[in-house]
C-alpha cells in the first residue's frame, strides 16, 4: 500500500497534467490556481481523482460540497482512466442535474443553483427537484 505521501505526490501530479492539458485545450485556467481537492475554476468546482479505486458517490458529495463552500456554480468530479497516460481519456463525472444545469441555456440562475444539489443556505440539506 503506498504511503501517504506517495499518495498525495500522485494526485498532485494528476492535478497538474489536468490543468496543462485543460490550458492547452482552450479552456482558461489561472496559473496561481490552487491545487487542491476540490479546485476551482469560476464559476466551477474541479474534484480531480487518480485513485486506484473509485468511490463516485463519495466524490460527488465532496465537489458539491466544495461547490457550495467555494460559492461557485457548477462542479465536476474528473478521475484519471486507469492504465492511460493521455490526460484526455479521464472520465467526467456529472449527474444528472448537474449536467443539465450546465448544458441547458434556458436553466435560469435560481434553477441552476436547485439543480445543482445546493440550497439558499449553500448547504446540500433538503434539496429535491
Known amino acids: 500500500m503506498p504511503s501517504p505521501a506517495a499518495s498525495k505526490a500522485k494526485g498532485a501530479k494528476f492535478e497538474g497534467e489536468l490543468r ?5 485545450n482552450c479552456i482558461p485556467i489561472p ?8 479546485w476551482m475554476m469560476r464559476p466551477l468546482v474541479v474534484e480531480a481523482k487518480a ?5 463516485i458517490p463519495a466524490y460527488v458529495r465532496e465537489a458539491k460540497k466544495e ?3 467555494a460559492g461557485a456554480d457548477h462542479w465536476m468530479v474528473v478521475m484519471r482512466k486507469r492504465g492511460s497516460t493521455d490526460v484526455g481519456e479521464t472520465f467526467v ?3 444528472l442535474r448537474e449536467w443539465l444545469a450546465q448544458t441547458n441555456p434556458k436553466v435560469t440562475q435560481v434553477e441552476r443553483i436547485r439543480l445543482s ?4 443556505r449553500g ?3 433538503g434539496v429535491f427537484l
Open 20 to 24: 496543462d492539458w485543460m490550458q492547452e
Open 31 to 38: 496559473d496561481q490556481i490552487a491545487m487542491e481537492p476540490g
Open 51 to 55: 485513485e486506484k479505486r473509485y468511490d
Open 67 to 69: 461547490m457550495a463552500n
Open 93 to 95: 463525472v456529472l449527474d
Open 117 to 120: 444539489g445546493t440550497n439558499d
Open 123 to 125: 448547504d446540500l440539506s
